[in-house]
Structure formats: structure tokens, C-alpha cells
């Protein structure tokens, strides 16, 4: 938000347009792109967190179990080397396309705003 | 008539301005870095004074003594600045109907006929040249049905052929309309061409009112 040009949200106010319609109609839809970047990226970092899901959820299997926690779970077992295989070739491709779609919709606010 | 006494210190700069503007057209000249957009600016609500006071008619935009400050959007002012600044995400259709209100004197059609920017409508804002986002731009603030309209250097981000095209329409839309309009600008050509009447202003504050141009040597 804070990338947006401050003269478009004095010409909206200028052209009678009060702060809340201005907000909605001129900042919230410039910065769109930006916010949901924001939220793939807090996303692709969940993938990552341990402590704090084990601690708040617990592992239960089939309910709160996410990558992090089965990779542990699996890392564990003697027959685990597959599935810990699988699981972090799933975590690396989620990365990726997490980032992939960031940088394209920073790419895409950066465009909006020129 | 615009009635304009203000006091502000920056700390580096101060601006202390008194003038009154008519009906015609008027326009504030000087050097850049003098002040002049801190005085559009302040009449058009985005900086408060310390001291002073502004009207425009009976409406009173900011008053020190009384204690009045009209928001930027109840002062019915069109404002268009140096760049463009079309709203990027949206079409040259809903950036000049954005600020349209239902008691504009002006309809669409007269608006796009005056200024030639029929053929615009559908397109997005990024597509047209600095010559016609301008066009839209008063446009866009025409359609706002202000009392008057502020110029910040409305022409210096043109080439030399798009910038006396645009003085052209600005002067079209004062008689067509009978819009008050000041304007800023630090070219005397500029003035010479458009105003009835120009306050210079230096470090400021202004020194010299005249309500003929001054005559190029």
C-alpha cells in the first residue's frame, strides 16, 4: 500500500470521493496483487514450522499432521526413507510454485502502478 | 472570486501568500522551488496553513480565526497535477466518470466532444500519450462539476506540439464552461497565451499582480 502513488489518493479525494470509497475503489484494488503475494508467501512459510503446529495442534495423523510434522514422523521409522523422499520432493515443488506465483504478482501490482 | 491569505513555515521555506483570483483565468508564476504548488495544494485541502484564510464565493475552504477546515472532497475543487495521474487499473471511461455527480452540469458527451477523447474511452490509461492522458485528466475533473479548476504545471511533462494543443483545450474548457481556473507555471509563454490575470511569486511570496500578461521583448 504504502507503494502507491500518494497523488491518487488526493486526486480521488480532490474529485469528491471521501477516505473509505477511496480506500476501496483506489488503494485496495492497486494493491490486490501485493496482498495476495503477501499471503502465498506466509503460506510457503507455514510449510516450514514445526514448533509452533506440534505444540498448538499436535501430530494427530489425518488431522493435524502437516509435511514438517510427518517429516519428522517418517524420519523416525526404519521404513520411513520413501515416504521422506516423497514428502520433501512435495514440500520443494509447493516452495517453488509459492515463489513462482509471489514474484508474478509483484511483478503484476509493479505494472498496475506504473 | 478565490480569496486567498496564508501563513505557513516549512522550518526551510515560508510561504506567506495573500491574492484574489476572478472568473477568468489566473495564474500563479515563478521559478520552481518557490512555492507555488504549496499554494494550489493548500487550496485544494492536502496542506493545512498556520495562519489566514481561503474562500471561494460564499464557501469558506479554510479559515484560521474561525477555526474552519473543509476536507479536500467538499471543496468541489478540480485539481490536475503535472502527471497525468489517471487511475491505472481502470478504464479512460471510469476514470472520467470516477468522480461524475449526478448534478454536473456537463454530460459525458459534452465533456469527450470538447476535449476529442471519443475514441479513448475503452482504453486503458497506460495506452494513451502524455498529450492525451492530459485531456482525459480535465476530463476527469470537468465531469467532478468543481467551481474551479487547479492547474499544478498542467503542460511542463509535454513535448513542445502536445503542450499548445493542451493550452488550446484548457483555454476551450474556460469559455465553453465559464470555469475559473488557476493555474501554476514557471513559463511566461505559458501565462502570456492563457491568463487574465498573474500574481509572480518568489521565495513565497508575491510580489507583483498584474491582470494584463506581460509582454514577451
Known amino acids: 500500500m504504502e507503494s502507491i502513488n500518494p497523488d491518487l489518493v488526493n486526486i480521488s479525494r480532490g474529485l469528491g470521493r471521501g477516505r473509505l470509497y477511496t480506500f476501496f475503489r483506489i488503494v485496495l484494488p492497486l494493491s490486490l496483487p501485493g496482498i495476495l503475494s503477501g499471503a502465498v508467501l506466509g503460506f510457503a512459510r507455514s510449510l516450514g514450522e514445526f514448533g509452533a503446529t506440534v505444540m498448538v495442534a499436535g501430530n494427530i495423523p489425518f488431522k493435524t499432521t502437516t509435511i514438517p510434522l510427518a517429516l519428522y514422523s517418517f524420519f523416525n521409522r526404519i521404513d520411513g526413507g520413501e515416504p521422506v523422499k516423497r514428502l520433501v520432493a512435495v514440500s520443494l515443488i509447493l516452495s517453488f510454485l509459492a515463489l513462482v506465483a509471489s514474484e508474478y504478482l509483484l511483478r503484476k501490482q509493479k505494472h498496475a502502478q506504473r | ?217
Open chain 2, 1 to 217: 472570486m478565490l480569496n486567498v491569505d496564508i501563513y505557513k513555515n516549512f522550518g526551510h521555506f515560508v510561504l506567506d501568500v495573500q491574492f484574489s483570483a476572478g472568473a477568468g483565468i489566473s495564474a500563479l508564476l515563478g521559478p520552481s522551488g518557490n512555492g507555488k504548488s504549496l499554494v494550489l495544494n493548500t487550496i485544494a485541502g492536502f496542506i493545512k496553513p498556520e495562519e489566514g484564510y481561503i474562500t471561494f464565493g460564499d464557501k469558506v475552504f479554510w479559515d484560521s480565526a474561525q477555526n474552519i477546515n473543509m476536507r479536500p472532497e467538499e471543496r468541489n475543487v478540480g485539481y490536475i497535477l503535472q502527471d497525468s495521474c489517471l487511475f491505472p487499473h481502470l478504464s479512460v471511461r471510469s476514470n472520467l466518470l470516477y468522480g461524475r455527480k449526478k448534478e454536473c452540469r456537463y454530460s459525458l458527451v459534452d465533456v469527450v466532444d470538447l476535449l476529442e477523447i471519443g475514441h479513448l474511452l475503452d482504453r486503458n490509461p497506460r495506452r494513451l500519450s502524455g498529450g492525451e492522458k492530459q485531456r482525459v485528466n480535465i476530463g476527469r475533473a470537468l465531469l467532478s462539476n468543481p467551481g474551479l479548476l487547479l492547474m499544478d504545471e498542467p503542460v511542463s511533462s509535454l513535448e513542445e506540439e502536445s503542450c499548445w494543443k493542451i493550452l488550446s483545450f484548457i483555454k476551450k474548457v474556460h469559455k465553453t464552461f465559464a470555469m475559473p481556473i488557476l493555474f501554476v507555471s514557471h513559463s511566461r509563454e505559458e501565462v502570456e497565451f492563457l491568463a487574465d490575470q498573474t500574481a509572480s511569486i518568489e521565495q513565497g511570496r508575491i510580489v507583483d499582480i498584474r491582470k494584463k500578461p506581460v509582454r514577451l521583448k
